[in-house]
C-alpha cells in the first residue's frame, strides 16, 4: 500500500479523535496524544511531505492550469481538514498537523505579547496565502514548500537558514504559544474562516460561567475574550481551556 492512503486513514482517524475529545468530551489529553503520534508519523516518518498546508499550491495551480494533474489523494489532503473544519472547527490543527503540534508540544510558559503588535503581525499569513496562491498558479513555484521552516528539522538537516528559523520558531513557542500558526501559516487562515461558520463549536465548559477569566489567561492563542466567547476562526482547538476552567473540575 502506497504510504499517501495510509496518510489519509491517519489523518482521518486523528482528526476524529480530536473532534470527540473537544466537542463531545471537553477533554485534552487525546489532543496531546495525537500530538504526539502526528510529529511522530507525519512530522518524522514521513518527514512532513506532502501536507495539507503544501497542499494550496497544488491546488491553485490545478485551478489555473487545465494541463497540471493534481493526485487524487493531494486533494483529499487539502480538503479534508476543510470539511472537519466545517464541522468541529480547527481539529487539524489542534494535534493533528505536525507543525502545530510540534509548537503544542513544546509550549510551556504563557506569555503575551502587546495586543497591537499581535494583531499587526497576524495580517503576514493573509500576504502569505494571496501571494503563495498567485505563485503557483502562475507557475513559478511553491513557496510554501520552498521556505517551509519545521521540513529541515524533520529531516534532520537542510538549508542552515531555514534550519535556524525553524528552530527559532520553536523556541518562540516554549514561551508564546503557536507563532508559525499564528503568524505564518497560510492554510490556518482558510481553517479559520471556515470554523467562523463551524457545525459544532468548542465551548470551554457546559455549566454556567462564572466570569473568572482563566480561560482567557490559559489560551495560548488568545482566541477566548474577557466574556469567555471562543472565537471559532483563532481557536487551534488546543484544549487549555477545558483544563483552566474551575467549573470543569466541580461535580455541579
Ligand atoms: S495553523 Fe497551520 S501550522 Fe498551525 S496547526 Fe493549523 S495548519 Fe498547522
Ligand atoms: S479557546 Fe484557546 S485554549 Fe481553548 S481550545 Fe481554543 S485555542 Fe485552546
Known sequence: MKWIYFDL???ALLMSLVAWALIKKQ?????????????AYFGFFRQGCVCSIGAIQNVSLWVASPTYHIPFN??????????FALLFGRVFCAGVCPFGALQELLHF??????????????FFPWFYLVFSVLHAATNNGFIICHYDPFIGIFRLGGKLPLLI??????VISIFYGRPYCRFICPYGVILGLVSRVSFWKIKVTNKECIKCKLCHKACSVDAISLSSKIKGADCVGCG?????????NTSQ
Open 74 to 83: 493531494i486533494l483529499l489532503l487539502f480538503l479534508l481538514p476543510i470539511v
Open 9 to 11: 486513514i491517519m489523518l
Open 240 to 248: 487549555r481551556c477545558f483544563n483552566s476552567c474551575p467549573r470543569n
Open 165 to 170: 528559523f525553524g528552530i527559532l520558531l520553536l
Open 27 to 39: 477533554v485534552r489529553w487525546p489532543v496531546l496524544f495525537t500530538s504526539v503520534i502526528s510529529v
Open 109 to 122: 510558559k504563557n506569555y503575551k505579547i502587546p495586543k497591537v503588535a499581535a494583531r499587526v503581525l497576524s
